[in-house]
């Protein structure tokens, strides 16, 4: 079965660079259609889409947030790496990741997400 | 902002019929499939109605979606207290503002 989980840190400085590494299960990211995507949710607040990348690397990125994020795939370890630059406490939130459904337009398994926090 | 706007809260007692709206524009609801997922409290978001009106194996069939132009509607027949959750649209966005595009979220609370 699909599995996802994220890791990194749950705190980091403002200003300073946030790295999030997505590993799963159960899936290729090299098989055609396939891709992982990353969202975010603040705390009592709504889901915010960051980023997504497929089978072929090809990628795309919320606009408000692109010049911030890089997304890129390990297909070897099974890894999706999200990158977020110059954190500031509004980017305080829990980040996921999931699975998207190949050749359609919907997650249909989620990590259960970890929570970053953003604070000197 | 959430591109997709949806009503903050909704209620119901148990056993009651609810429906949650998502109201968008021409380059998401009205022109791509509409996407509904289910957050319980301390979880993490779960698929429950995609393609606008299908069902993934096994959620209930008291869960129901539907599209019409661009908004489309969630409807939860014979309300259960396990119910009780976040309920967030979601859709493809043909314009800068995607291509994934999320709703406000609605907070359904049994009575």
């Known amino acids: 079965q699909i599995t996802l989980k994220e890791s990194g840190p749950t705190l980091v400085k403002p200003t300073q660079t946030l790295t999030l590494t997505c590993t799963f299960s159960?899936?290729?990211?090299?098989?055609?259609?396939?891709?992982v995507g990353w969202i975010r949710q603040p705390p009592g607040k709504a889901l915010e889409w960051l980023a997504l990348?497929?089978?072929?690397?090809?990628?795309r990125y919320s606009p408000s947030l692109k010049s911030r994020l890089t997304i890129t795939k390990d297909t070897s370890k099974n890894q999706v790496v999200l990158t977020m630059t110059n954190m500031d406490p509004v980017d305080t939130a829990t980040y996921y990741c999931?699975?998207?459904?190949?050749?359609?337009?919907?997650?249909?398994?989620w990590g259960q997400g970890t929570l970053v926090t953003v604070s000197s | 902002q959430s591109v997709l706007t949806q009503p903050p809260s909704a209620s119901g007692t148990p056993g009651q019929r609810v429906t949650i709206s998502c109201s968008g524009s021409?380059?998401?609801?009205?022109?791509?499939?509409v996407y509904w997922y289910q957050q319980l409290p301390g979880t993490a978001p779960k698929l429950l109605i995609y393609r606008n009106n299908q069902r993934p194996s096994g959620v209930p069939d008291r869960f129901s979606g539907s599209k019409s132009g661009t908004s489309a509607s969630l409807a939860i027949s014979g309300l259960r207290s396990e119910d009780e959750a976040d309920y967030y649209c979601a859709a493809w966005d043909d314009s800068l503002s995607g291509p994934v595009v999320f709703g406000g979220g609605t907070k359904l609370t049994v009575l």
């Open positions: 159960g899936f290729s990211l090299s098989t055609s259609g396939v891709g």
């Open positions: 999931a699975h998207l459904m190949p050749d359609d337009y919907y997650f249909d398994y």
């Open positions: 021409s380059s998401n609801i009205g022109s791509n499939y």
């Open positions: 990348i497929y089978w072929d690397d090809d990628k």
